[in-house]
């Protein structure tokens, strides 16, 4: 346990919130979670499963009805029709990820992991007994095809994805889906594709799953869940669907830690999934909006640039012109009223994630604060 690192994330959070409640107008653009509420219609359906007293113990995998909607919804959404034993229901994506993990790897094993990643990934393959290596993404951030290649050995087990992407926005083309697949196809080595933020597109745009590519159904393990397209972050359900004898196994796990997710939980993700009332969408169009705003306000920023965020709600900013501690720089702007994300805790230096999963007011006063940090360090 001594070996898993506590959040960097935290440090700053912890400062901004203080300044916060000690008075002082501090804009806080580092949320890992929409600000929306759930939508009622999702809220309405968990109250009645609770009047209706689904308030017991589910099967380890989830109620039928919700791992069925799950299997209709995500044939939608990929064109991929699993059977409902595919699927394997958790308190959030994050424990559908650490089961398949758990499954996978035996003490040993490598999984690859490209950087800059979601902070959790090392950490999960380090607390199932693996070694993260760790493959730099492209300069545009997209996948170094090449680099991957290098990276794998004989005890290569799997290899994370994560599109779109948390922290970068950025979302994978089919070509390098298709490139990657290529290099894997053969070879004895599982894909868990981490699409948590798939709805969350922007520009007409889509996620395109490596699932979808040919021969790569079965070496790969889907993971979505309802957090951020249905702002439901707190109600702790996500799903993998993937090759069923080993969702079999990862089941048998669930069931000897959590049992099953929360019955009430997935009653709302059943209406989440089934019903529809426009708020998903209005979400997402705010969303791009937001992101507009926040492209438009930081090319105005001189030294700063960012790639291409077709997806998610963050921006990673490049300020390794002005400093290369990340860390250091997010202290600093802590002092100057913003509170934003070093890259460091993504695994990238000189890099800083913007999260707008804030009101457009916050995010305008952040990104003034951050455009009058960096003109005082530009007059130093
Ligand atoms: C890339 C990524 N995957 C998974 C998760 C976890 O989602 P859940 O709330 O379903 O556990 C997050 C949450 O921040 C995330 O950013």
């Not at 229901?89 to 035996?106: C, M, P």
């Not at 520009?203 to 790969?220: H, Q």
């Not at 000897?256 to 009430?264: A, G």
């Not at 390794?320 to 250091?328: E, L, N, V």
Request: glycine share 8%; proline share 4%; hydrophobic share 40%.
């Amino acid at each position: 346990m001594r070996e898993i690192s506590p959040s960097t994330t935290l440090k700053v959070l912890e400062n901004a919130f203080k300044k916060r409640a000690e008075g002082k107008d501090i804009s806080i653009l580092a949320a890992g979670e929409p600000d929306f509420d759930t939508p009622d219609y999702i809220k309405e359906a968990a109250i009645r499963a609770i009047k209706e007293g689904k308030t017991k113990y589910t099967p380890v995998a989830g109620i039928p009805e919700l791992r069925r909607a799950i299997v209709g919804w995500t044939e939608q959404r990929i064109g991929i029709n699993y059977s409902p034993d595919a699927v394997l229901v958790s308190s959030g994506a994050k424990q559908s990820i650490f089961n398949v993990l758990f499954t996978l790897i035996e003490k040993g094993d490598e999984v690859i992991i490209i950087t800059p990643y979601w902070v959790s990934y090392p950490e999960m393959v380090r607390l199932a007994g693996g070694s993260p290596v760790f493959v730099d993404s492209a300069e545009d951030f997209h996948l170094d095809i090449d680099a991957i290649g290098r990276s794998i050995t004989g005890r290569t087990r799997a290899i994370i994805l994560n599109s779109p992407n948390n922290p970068t926005g950025v979302v994978y083309t089919r070509e390098e889906m298709e490139e990657l697949a290529g290099l894997l196809r053969e070879k004895e080595i599982y894909v868990i594709s981490d699409e948590i933020y798939d709805c969350l597109v922007y520009e007409g745009k889509k996620n395109y799953s490596i699932a979808k590519v040919k021969g790569m159904r079965d070496k790969t393990f889907v993971v979505n869940g309802v957090s951020k397209s249905f702002a439901m972050t707190g109600w702790r359900i996500g799903w993998v669907l993937g090759p069923e004898r080993i969702i079999k196994l990862a089941k048998s796990i669930q069931s000897h830690t959590t049992s099953c997710p929360s019955s009430i939980s997935q009653y709302a993700a059943l209406a989440a999934l089934t019903k529809d009332d426009g708020s998903v969408e209005r979400m997402r169009a705010t969303f791009e909006k937001r992101r507009n705003r926040c492209i438009e306000l930081l090319s105005e920023i001189p030294g700063i640039s960012f790639p291409r965020p077709d997806g998610a709600f963050y921006l990673f900013l490049d300020v390794s012109r002005y400093t290369h501690s990340s860390f250091g720089f997010a202290t600093e702007l802590v002092d100057h009223d913003l509170a934003i994300i070093p890259g460091i805790a993504f695994g990238k230096e000189g890099y800083l994630r913007l999260s707008y999963a804030s009101s457009l007011e916050e995010i305008e006063k952040g990104i003034r604060h951050l455009k009058e940090f960096i003109e005082g360090l530009r007059e130093k």
